[in-house]
C-alpha cells in the first residue's frame, strides 16, 4: 500500500544520502564500523558497532596500505 511505498522512498533517500557523504568527503560518515538499522514498522534507529572476526578474511586482518 502506500505506506509501503513511502517506507521504501525512505530507505532510498537515508541510502543515497549515506552514499554521497562518502563519495563526497564533504561530510564524513558516522557508520564507519557501525551498522545502521531502522525498523520502518516503529520507525524505530538504532547502531550497532561491528566485531571484527579474527578468523574472517576480509575484516579481522589488518590490512596492508
Given at each position: 500500500g502506500p505506506?509501503?511505498?513511502a517506507r521504501?522512498?525512505?530507505l532510498g533517500h537515508?541510502?543515497?544520502m549515506e552514499a554521497?557523504?562518502?563519495l563526497s568527503g564533504y561530510m564524513p560518515s558516522e557508520?564507519?564500523?557501525?551498522l545502521l538499522v531502522e525498523?520502518?514498522?516503529?520507525?524505530?534507529t538504532s547502531?550497532?558497532?561491528?566485531?571484527?572476526?579474527?578468523?574472517?578474511?576480509v575484516c579481522g586482518e589488518?590490512?596492508?596500505a
Open positions: 505506506l509501503a511505498a521504501g522512498q525512505l537515508m541510502v543515497a554521497l557523504r562518502v557508520l564507519g564500523g557501525r525498523d520502518f514498522t516503529t520507525l524505530e547502531i550497532h558497532t561491528l566485531v571484527r572476526l579474527l578468523r574472517c578474511r589488518e590490512q596492508a
